[in-house]
């Protein structure tokens, strides 16, 4: 997808997978800005989904790109990527960030998901 490194970071459950909290992911989110928001726009495999914003959709619906988080809490995308935790030379998203997001949407997967990320902020890391 060529997206540069200091224009994305992963987001959702991304970081928790990166942080060892989660063993698998359903799909990936990525929040984009500059160059990577607009290779992204411009890739041919791309396929594009009008809601609050865009979100373009990669291999189904495996990867998909935003330019602004609009799945709950007032995130900024420039803070979000420039504050991103880097593991293995992608930035994902601080857990924190993703911990009041979750705590917002509130669902049955995210209830699980705060415990989980609570106890490792806490010190205790829990797989």
Not at 24 to 43: C, F, M, P, S, T
Not at 114 to 126: A, D, H, P, S, T
């Amino acid at each position: 997808m060529n997206l540069p490194l200091n224009d994305f970071a992963i987001f959702g459950s991304g970081p928790m997978f990166a942080h060892g909290l989660k063993k698998q992911l359903r799909d990936i989110d990525v929040i984009a800005r500059g160059k990577a928001w607009e290779n992204a726009l411009n890739h041919k495999d791309k396929e594009k989904v009008w809601s609050n914003g865009t979100v373009i959709n990669f291999y189904g619906q495996g990867i998909q790109v935003v330019r602004t988080w609009m799945y709950g809490g007032n995130f900024k995308t420039d803070e979000l990527i420039d504050n991103a935790d880097v593991v293995e030379g992608i930035r994902f998203v601080k857990l924190e960030c993703v911990l009041a997001y979750k705590r917002e949407m509130g669902r049955l997967k995210d209830k699980r998901h705060i415990k989980v990320i609570e106890k490792y902020l806490n010190g205790v890391r829990q797989i």
